[in-house]
Every structure is written in structure tokens, then in C-alpha cells.
């Protein structure tokens, strides 16, 4: 099972940038499909990225679609997520998830926080 820790967040002002991180550790994270997942309080989890387990294909939200861009880099077991032109709507506690067909594991979370 891997484990995994997100970081890069913090806060910017509307039309900033921030690059999000996701470090695995454990075995095999070259087979795990990573998604990032956004969610506010009071609010359900949001899916807004998904890259597959060797990185050719990618699935974003309608809402971020055009403004995120996620990528992964196996040799180092780390995956990211570029957030350009953020809004206020993105405001959010950010997630990532690793799953195969036989194991999910989760991040604690990273807090991103758009004001101006």
C-alpha cells in the first residue's frame, strides 16, 4: 500500500498560481490511477483531476478544466497539480487519492485559499 502526503498549499489572490504536490511512498505507485479531489466544509468531495497510472491519460472537471493541469513523474513517485487563473470558487481543501483495483489510500490534505 502506498502512502501519500500532499503540500504546496496556501494562499493567493484571484488569478494567482499555486502548484500542488503529491509524494507516495510503498510499493508499486506506478500502478495506482491519482486523483485530486477538492472539498469545502459543509460540502460534498469534489473530483477535479484524475491522471492514469503511467500518466497518458487525463480527466478533469468541468470546473477546472482549462485551468489545472496534472502530471505524474513515476522515477519519483510524485504526482502534481499546476492551478492557474484560481478563483474564489477554488478555495478548498485539496486531496489526493491512489487507488488500484485492490487498494485506495488518501493524502491528509492540503489547504488552498483564493482572496484577494
Known amino acids: 500500500q502506498v502512502h501519500l502526503v500532499e503540500s504546496g498549499g496556501g494562499t493567493v489572490q484571484p488569478g494567482g498560481s499555486l502548484r500542488l504536490s503529491c509524494a507516495a511512498s510503498?510499493?508499486?505507485?506506478?500502478?495506482?490511477?491519482v486523483t485530486w479531489h477538492r472539498q469545502r466544509p459543509g460540502e460534498e468531495r469534489e473530483l477535479v483531476a484524475q491522471i492514469s497510472a503511467v500518466g497518458r491519460s487525463t480527466i478533469y472537471s468541468d470546473t477546472v478544466r482549462g485551468r489545472f493541469t496534472v502530471s505524474r513523474d513515476n522515477t519519483k513517485n510524485m504526482v502534481w497539480l499546476q492551478m492557474v487563473n484560481l478563483k474564489h470558487e477554488d478555495t478548498a481543501g485539496y486531496l489526493c487519492?491512489?487507488?488500484?483495483?485492490?487498494?485506495?489510500?488518501w493524502g491528509q490534505g492540503t489547504q488552498v485559499t483564493v482572496s484577494s
Open positions: 487519492q491512489a487507488r488500484t483495483c485492490r487498494d485506495t489510500a
Open positions: 510503498g510499493f508499486g505507485f506506478s500502478d495506482y490511477t
